[in-house]
């Protein structure tokens, strides 16, 4: 006899774990059709942003520099006002010596006048308030204690400096340290964006940036253009001698520079001091046109200053470029020209 049992139904955990793999193979279906394959991006696009990376690179550096120029200047401040404090101390130490030396010539004769008894054990000032008159005092006696209250009002005053310069001095280096790890974190950035390249696009762009340095340093036309000046003359030539030189971020010589470390260093070896930091170069002396421009001259470029070398002639300029390039030099038209200094 045939059988008419109803065939087994599913269990519903059965039915429910078929329908869940189910829909996510179907969800895992649709993502990898909509999902486009992430485009790697071309040599010319890598350039660009790492050039952009630069850029924003050097202009965190001229604000690190200009944190780490503060904080000298602070350091010496502060060293100026420790030893004025230390020698103000010794002074007053001689004074009170030398009031302990009249009091005891006073006790030998007959005993301590009351009111250099008082002095020497407690603050002069307190003293000078409570006595009231300066009668009760002989002559030596009184201006012994007013030269000791003015020294004391004096190390005060400048101790109160030093503790101002001190806590001004540690917000500079915790500035210093955010340039510097900006910096490094956009190098750092720079560098990750080139290694994405192929061996072959890397080497490309190596060439691409040693030929652009070759030619800036060894076949340049600066035409017939003259210096501004005997000094900048001077500081042209020192820059000339660092063709090839390494830049560097916060260096200022001689093996390696970065943009006004360059300008600055050139202009010391004329015998002109100039500011460390671009935006303070930009400020040094007399602005001038292009049109204007001779030898020597400082170059400003970018709208925030942040770039500076010195005019070569012929549309030129002589700086130290980035990171990743040498002193060396180049069209001004490769930049935001903004104007020119003449020291």
Known sequence: M??????????????????????????????AANAAPSAKPSKGEVKAKVDKLYEEAEQATEKYNGAKE?????QKEISTIQDNVARGQEDVNKLRDGLGSLASAQYRSGGIDPSVQLFLSSNPDDYLDKASTLDQLSGQQAEALQKIQGKQ???????????????DLAATRTELGKKKKEVQGKLAEAQRLLNTLTAKERASLDAEQNRSSRSASQRVDLGN?????????????????????PYQYGATGTATFDCSGLTSWAYRQAGVTIPRISQDQANAGTHLTRSQLQVGD??????????????????QVLHAPRTGTVVRYESMDNMPFQFGVRI
């Open 298 to 315: 400082l170059v400003i470029f970018y709208g925030d200053h942040h770039h500076v070398g010195l005019y070569a002639g012929n549309g």
């Open 225 to 245: 253009d003259t210096s501004a000046s005997g000094r900048a003359s001077a500081a042209f030539a020192a820059a000339q001698s660092k063709l090839g030189t």
């Open 70 to 74: 503060k904080q000298e200047k602070l």
């Open 2 to 31: 045939a059988s008419h049992r109803r065939p087994k139904q599913p269990s519903r955990m059965r039915v429910t774990v078929l329908t869940t793999a189910a829909a996510a193979a179907v969800a895992l279906g649709a993502n």
């Open 153 to 167: 009002r004096e190390l005060a005053q400048e101790r109160a400096e030093a503790t101002d310069k001190l806590k």
